[in-house]
């Protein structure tokens, strides 16, 4: 029996979701750099696993990147896959099922299937090379700063010399002067820099008289375009006249259809809707399935 475990894990690493049909998907977020204060260790960025049984309908993208891997045909691909739900969904009500780097599945209390991700595989192609390390503590200290002056104690008060004490009565009025002259020159300056300006402001005056056509003012607005990298497939089309005629249908349904380039098969597809944010796209994504049309996946691609 085909392992079809290492092509979910190579599908991972350029994938935000890899549905198993009839059995669940399991989706990637992406979690920042962290440090653990308790042991000093740094964690590079990284991909989170979870799985969702909710996701269950076929997307393609599994069966496809196994057709071509193996080089077979795409319903070999779909069969492979069905007998590997069979053997876990099967194994999954007597003991855990364990799948190659990803992690395991189980059965709680309440027959709902719990996963259990392997945190040592890192999915983010970013942080390749990248792993964990642990740094020696740092120590912080405080500089004495010593005075400049030596410190006169009580008891030393009585013996201070008169010439001192006259020297510091005229440091205090030397000073008092120096910032009475200081306090002078700083008025004087802001009334010679008010004079000025009034000065500067009626030659403003005039030469604004002075021109009679002016030119208008042109204001410009650029807005800037959120990138909507989420993108609910309606389907895929041999023909671009048939995707074309696909956009217009969905159009007139009210949604915002349109062709977004053609798949590494030849084929031309067709979205209902892009996004933004991923959450909002996988909402829209079940709504879609549950209403519209079951075929409806979800493909993350950033457009040019």
């Known amino acids: 029996m085909m392992t079809i475990a290492k092509y979910i894990n190579d599908l991972l690493y350029r994938y935000d979701c890899v549905i198993v049909p009839d059995f669940g998907g399991f989706v990637t977020n992406r979690i920042g750099a962290k440090i653990d204060n308790s ?49 876990w969904k099967n194994e999954i009500h007597t003991k855990s099922v364990l799948i190659d780097n990803l992690g395991s599945l189980s059965l709680n209390e309440a ?18 090379g990248l792993a964990s390390f642990e740094s020696s503590s740092i120590s912080r200290y405080k500089q004495q700063v010593k005075p400049l002056l030596p410190v006169v104690n009580k008891e030393d008060k009585k013996g201070v010399p008169a010439f001192i004490k006259y020297a510091a009565t005229a440091a205090i009025l030397l000073t008092l002067s120096f910032a009475g002259y200081n306090g002078y020159q700083k008025n004087k300056y802001k009334e010679t820099l008010a004079k000025q300006e009034k000065a500067l402001e009626k030659k403003i005056q005039t030469a604004t008289f002075i021109i009679s056509n002016p030119l208008p003012t042109i ?15 309606a389907g895929a089309f041999q023909f671009v006249e048939n995707a074309q005629k696909k956009v217009k249908q969905l159009q007139a349904k009210g949604f915002d259809a349109k062709i977004i380039g053609v798949n590494k098969w030849g084929l031309t597809q067709v979205t209902f809707n892009s996004y933004a944010d991923r959450n909002e796209a996988i909402n829209n994504l079940y709504r879609i399935q549950d209403t519209i049309s079951e075929d409806a996946w979800l493909l993350v691609k950033k457009l040019d």
């Open 219 to 233: 204001n410009l607005s650029v807005a800037k375009e959120t990138p909507k990298p989420y993108h609910i497939v």
């Open 39 to 87: 042991t000093h260790t740094f964690y590079p960025p990284t991909k989170q696993i979870t799985f969702n049984s909710l996701l269950k309908h076929n997307d393609g993208l599994l069966a496809n990147y196994i057709a071509s891997s193996e080089n077979i045909s795409f319903e070999k691909a779909s069969t492979a896959i069905s007998l590997s739900v069979i053997k």
């Open 111 to 128: 027959k709902q299937i719990v996963f259990e991700p392997n945190t040592k595989v890192n999915y983010l192609t970013d942080s390749f």
